[in-house]
């Protein structure tokens, strides 16, 4: 069946560090690729998706680029705040109506 | 404000008790999406709704778990004979049409927290 698998938390890093959030799939079909991210005590925000091979997802400075021969997407950002603190979400959809979401990787950055 | 809406926040039930969860989506929205989320899980699919009509419950974890849009707006969330497996967040999203597949952005409400004691 479908599933995501990303990698576990808590990440911690400081101010203006390097993020990577890794992330695999697996899927019939060509699903699309999404991100989300929720800030404490607010609902799901879709961050970014890709819906095809080789597209790259960006928003806000993340990045994510579909790798169909890798089956992954992982996230990353160049420079994070302490802003960016959150857990994020790596997600697919392929046809039918669901979207099957990873298990969350929480984000702690410290100033 | 013009998001998705659910109340209540948080709701503790005593084992048996039902439980209605309501969820407001945002006004003109025609897909409606149920999801329960464990404690440090990632959301699962429960439910889909075009409109009224319910499209996919194949999420749904048993008979006890009901889901509602009789309008075509609000939904309800009903569970019967609560278990304290229940207790988790429930969250609603609602986007544009959805077709089978499609990539429209779903808008998450907050969640209503259960706790099954």
């Known amino acids: 069946g479908n599933s995501v698998t990303q990698m576990e938390g808590p990440v911690t890093l400081s101010e203006e560090a390097f993020l990577t959030i890794n992330c695999t799939y697996t899927a019939t079909g060509y699903p699309s690729l999404f991100w989300y991210v929720q800030y404490p005590g607010e609902g799901l925000q879709l961050l970014l998706k890709?819906?095809?091979?080789?597209d790259k997802g960006s928003n806000k400075g993340f990045e994510a680029t579909y790798r169909k021969e890798t089956t992954s997407f992982h996230l990353e950002k160049g420079s994070v705040q302490v802003s960016d603190s959150a857990v994020y979400f790596c997600?697919?959809?392929?046809?039918?109506?669901?979207?099957?979401f990873g298990a969350g990787t929480r984000l702690f950055v410290k100033a | 404000g013009a998001g998705v809406s659910q109340s209540p926040r948080y709701k503790v039930a005593k084992r048996g008790q039902d439980v209605a969860l309501r969820c407001d989506p945002i006004?003109?929205?025609?897909?409606l999406f149920w999801y329960q989320q464990a404690l440090g899980q990632g959301p699962e699919f429960l439910t889909y709704?075009?409109?009224?009509?319910?499209?996919?419950k194949s999420g749904l974890p048993s008979d006890r778990f009901f889901a509602e849009r009789p309008e075509g707006s609000v939904s309800t969330l009903k569970i019967q004979r609560t278990q304290q497996e229940d207790s988790a967040v429930y969250l609603c999203a609602s986007s544009t049409l959805e077709g089978e597949g499609a990539k429209n952005i779903q808008y998450f409400g907050a969640g209503t927290r259960l706790s099954v004691l």
């Open positions: 006004s003109g929205h025609v897909s």
């Open positions: 709704f075009q409109n009224e009509a319910q499209l996919d």
């Open positions: 997600a697919l959809k392929t046809g039918g109506f669901k979207t099957i």
């Open positions: 890709a819906t095809k091979a080789d």
